[in-house]
């Protein structure tokens, strides 16, 4: 898997910001304190192994599609769709084709209240 900066102060197209690379994950972000923005792609039949995160993470497909299991319910997602994962639930997402997807957390607003 390969991790690089997303470029800022730049006009981006989403569906360009990142490439495919063979039997790969190509991760590209913006992480901060309070949350990151990850643009990431997949070749065909690789996926990001079960996770589970304290935040909820809003997943966009800008090409392809790809499925994403939740907590052991499968979803299967194309482009133009999203869908959010709740904090707490473990995930996975898993290529049966190659795809490009956007994935938001926002860690602010979950601090505990006493």
Sequence with gaps: MKNTELTKSKILNATELIEYATNSV????????????????????????????????????????????????????ITGQCIIIPAHSRNTIKAHQRCKVISTVIKSGYEEVN
């Design 26 to 77: 190509v991760i590209k972000s913006i992480q901060k304190i309070t949350g990151n923005v990850k643009a990431i792609s997949f070749d065909s039949g690789e996926l990001l192994k079960a996770k589970i995160s304290p935040f909820d993470t809003f997943l966009q497909i800008i090409e392809g599609n790809a499925e994403i299991v939740i907590n052991d319910k499968s979803n299967l997602l």
